[in-house]
């Protein structure tokens, strides 16, 4: 078998590398990366004890994609994964399109060239910020929360366990948003009509030790060591009180489950489309980590170190609430995360402690 992970030196490109090389290691691994986010270049050492065949090309290059060696299947973990892509500069949303969308075009001509099958890593963020925005929320302890006796979850494909693939996809879903699920249309157009397998993941916010941390990507490992060394934070929007929620699914399950899928090539009984996400197992409010790192570390800083800016105003793409339902993995595929919450935060401070200048590779 030969498998080209496109992202390779990205957080979750390695680690589905690093599961497969391990799983399989008479596979061949092909590995894509133009090496554009900040400190992705450390990864390529790694890949190759582990016997994976480093490619530095980029999407975006039409030309240089049909002369990539001809593989079996294709796991595509490549994008420019910020909610916030796209505005600022002038050439932020034509750079965006040129990653994302027009980068996976090149990829299905690609996958249309050799039948390679094709496992697109997708996102959250497809589903409807308005449609979000509009569901009835009551705060709780600490987190807000949907208001589950004034929502109708069957109508509206969203429930006490999450959100369903159901959920309306109407925009504005973020410019990134977008052309995750413009990729997500053109994938199953193209899969179609040139008869080639396809699975398509949905995922939930991704975290584990070595994620690249920033504020817009990465935000549980950022928040996570900059807490370490007392770096400045934020609580941004909904009153800055922190109390936004989402769920975390570490790299490893997302591979397993890619594993599982890979050896189902045809099988039209099975819905394309999944939820990957950690769901309510994995549930956490951004205040309850700021907790959950006092804690860990109450004998080395003492809350008056830390500085905490609160802004009450929410951006354009904030949402108070996102929790995947992850029950059509779990019935179609056997599928349910195996890390829980504690053990994707204990890994991410062990990392932080024996990585002080994380954050100076992360962000270049």
Request: glycine letters at 8%; charged letters at 20%.
């Amino acid at each position: 078998m030969k498998v080209l992970i496109t992202g390779v030196c990205g957080f979750v490109g390695f680690r589905v590398a690093t599961t497969l090389a391990a799983a399989h290691p008479e596979w061949s691994l092909i590995g894509v990366d133009n090496l554009c986010r900040p400190g992705s270049a450390s990864n390529c050492s790694p890949l190759n004890q582990l016997g994976v065949q480093f490619l530095e090309a980029d999407l975006r290059d039409r030309d240089l994609v049909k002369r990539w060696p001809q593989a079996d299947w294709v796991i595509d973990c490549a994008a420019n994964t910020s909610v916030l892509a796209g505005r600022g500069e002038p050439s932020a949303s034509q750079s965006l399109m040129d990653h994302n969308l027009i980068g996976t075009i090149h990829l299905l001509e690609y996958c249309k060239r050799h039948q390679a099958g094709l496992v697109l890593v997708s996102s959250s963020r497809v589903y409807s910020i308005p449609g979000l925005l509009a569901l009835p929320y009551t705060l709780e302890g600490s987190r807000i929360l949907p208001a589950w006796d004034q929502v109708e979850p069957s109508e509206i494909g969203v429930g006490r366990h999450g959100i369903a693939e159901t959920f309306s996809s109407q925009p504005p879903l973020s410019l990134y948003g977008s052309t995750k699920l413009a990729s997500e249309l053109m994938a199953q157009e193209y899969s179609s009509a040139f008869e080639f397998p396809l699975w398509i993941n949905r995922c939930g916010l991704m975290a584990g030790a070595g994620q690249f941390g920033r504020a817009d990507q990465g935000i549980v490992s950022f928040w996570i060591h900059s807490y370490l060394y007392r770096q400045r934070l934020r609580y941004i929007g909904f009153g800055g009180h922190g109390q936004q929620v989402r769920d975390c699914l570490h790299p490893d399950d997302l591979a397993g489950l890619i594993l599982h899928q890979m050896r189902h090539p045809v099988d039209r009984s099975r819905p394309t489309i999944c939820n990957v996400a950690g769901g309510n197992g994995s549930v956490f409010a951004l205040c309850e980590l700021t907790d959950w790192c006092a804690r860990r570390w109450s004998s080395r800083i003492h809350p008056q170190e830390l500085q905490i800016d609160r802004v009450t105003e929410s951006r354009t793409y904030d949402c108070p609430w996102i929790v995947l339902d992850t029950s059509r993995a779990r019935d179609v595929w056997g599928w349910s995360p195996s890390r829980n919450l504690e053990s994707i935060l204990t890994e991410i401070a062990e990392h932080a402690e024996s990585h002080p200048q994380w954050l100076e590779l992360s962000n270049g």
